[in-house]
């Protein structure tokens, strides 16, 4: 079984940064695929970054490319993604998950989610 808890979320001015961490349970996080998702209020989840198990492959929606990065250190089963440059629209329950498989956008093909953490932008 693997676990998942995120942090790093808060309230933030336009044009600023954060930094979200996932933080994964077992020995074999290094084998799977990882992501983040998020949900604004009123909206429907969608897809943000992923990144494959060994870090080579990596994946960003359209809306946040150029300004995220996701990274990931697997001696420390953690997950990253630095926002930078965020605009009120960035404003979001911000969820990782995992997978056994290679890296995919697609949330239903994802086996582990995080209870998510609040991302807030303000103009």
């Known amino acids: 079984q693997v676990q998942l808890v995120e942090s790093g979320g808060g309230l933030v001015q336009a044009g600023g940064s954060l930094r979200l961490s996932c933080a994964a349970s077992?020995?074999?996080?290094?084998?799977?695929?990882m992501g983040w998702f998020r949900q604004a209020p009123g909206k429907e989840r969608e897809f943000v970054a992923a990144i494959s198990w060994s870090g080579d492959r990596i994946y960003y929606a359209d809306s946040v490319k150029g300004r995220f990065t996701i990274s990931r250190d697997n001696a420390r089963n953690t997950v990253y993604l630095q926002m930078n440059s965020l605009k009120p629209e960035d404003t979001a329950v911000y969820y990782c998950?995992?997978?056994?498989?290679?890296?995919?956008?697609?949330?239903?093909?994802?086996?582990?989610w995080g209870q998510g953490t609040q991302v807030t932008v303000s103009s």
């Open positions: 998950a995992a997978r056994g498989g290679t890296i995919a956008t697609i949330g239903a093909v994802y086996d582990y």
């Open positions: 077992g020995r074999t996080f290094s084998a799977y695929a």
